[in-house]
Every structure is written in C-alpha cells, then in structure tokens.
C-alpha cells in the first residue's frame, strides 16, 4: 500500500493551515473558505476596535486583501487565525491613526439606546467608554479580556512586549473603571477644610 496521508479533503475538512498553504499553490477557492471559516470572528474584532461600523467593514476588507496578497509570507509561527486576528487589528489601528483627523461619530447614532432592556443599554455604555480609550489600549483589553486571548497571544497578535500588553491592558481597565465610575469611593465630596 501507499502512503497513509489523505491528498485531497473535502471542501470544510482542510485545516486553517491546509487551507492557506493551497491558497498559496494556486487553489482559487481555498482563501475563500478560511474567509468564510473566521469571518464572523474577525468581523467582531473589526468592529470592536474601529470607531464605527464602516470603518469595521473597512479596514475587514483591507485586511483581507492583505491577507490574500501576503499568505505567502505566512511563517507558520503562529495559527492561521491569529495571524488572521492580527492582520485585522492592524488594519483597524492603521486606519484609526488615518482617521485621527475626523471627528467621532456618537455611538447614539450608531446605536440606538433602546430603553427596554438593561442589557442593551449596559453594552452600550461599554461600548462608549472603549471608544474613549487610547487605541493601543483598546486594542490590548479587547484581545485579552473580551475574546479571551492569553497575553503571549495578544502580544503575538499586536506585535508588542507581553510587558507591554499588561501594561496597556491595566491602564486600560483603570480607565474603563473611571470613565464607567466604578473608581468613586467616596460619593459625597469632602467639605474644604479650614
């Protein structure tokens, strides 16, 4: 008998790796389907560290345009989807910088504040306070504390120091703290002394 290594899988069956290595020998569907595989994934990320939903979509095409023309240059150091992860954060960081220029859209036009749940609301009030964050900051919190990356990861996906992720993570929780009003201790001021 042969060689035990199956040569062709169905379409869905390829790992991420498998898929990107066939992009690379030519087979036109391949990125197509690693796309679709993370899309909704990546398309989170996009829109948690872009200012608004266009800019999301934006910088998500961009990314993977990046990504398509550059799978040859894929090292293999790291999974396929976080190299995907990183693509997308940079795309979103590149184009934030651009747009420093622009005024802030208000979230309230993004997002309507329905007042029926207090679920909507409180996601939305998050929201807003990310959007006050310094993007590397952002950036750093969203990976680690909303998509559960590990701090090696997300250092991996931004390019950075593990020091430096803990750092920005931690400047950005205290913010996040005050700007939500979680640092208030002490409600009432003090009566000036004298």
Not at 26 to 55: I, K, N, P, W
């Amino acid at each position: 008998m042969g060689s035990t290594k199956v040569r062709r899988q169905p379409p869905g069956q390829r790992s991420d790796a498998e898929l990107l290595a066939a992009h690379v020998a030519g087979d036109r569907f391949a990125f197509e389907e690693l796309f679709h595989r993370h899309h909704r994934q990546l398309h989170r990320v996009a829109r948690l560290t872009s200012r608004c939903a266009e800019d999301a979509e934006d910088a998500l095409q961009e990314a993977m345009a990046s990504a398509h023309r550059g799978a040859g240059s894929f090292r293999h150091d790291a999974a396929v989807s976080s190299w995907l992860h990183r693509i997308v954060v940079n795309a979103c960081l590149d184009r934030l910088r651009r747009n420093m220029t622009h005024p802030t859209a208000l979230l309230d036009d993004v997002y309507p504040v329905p007042d029926r749940t207090a679920q909507v609301e409180t996601a939305i009030t998050v929201q807003r306070a990310l959007m006050r964050l310094p993007v590397d900051q952002r950036a750093a919190v969203v990976a680690v504390d909303m998509h559960g990356y590990s701090v090696a990861d997300t250092a991996r996906l931004l390019g950075v120091a593990e020091g430096t992720v803990k750092s920005r993570c931690a400047r950005a929780r205290a913010r996040l703290a005050a700007i939500l009003g979680y640092l208030q201790t002490d409600p009432a001021p003090h009566p000036p002394a004298g």
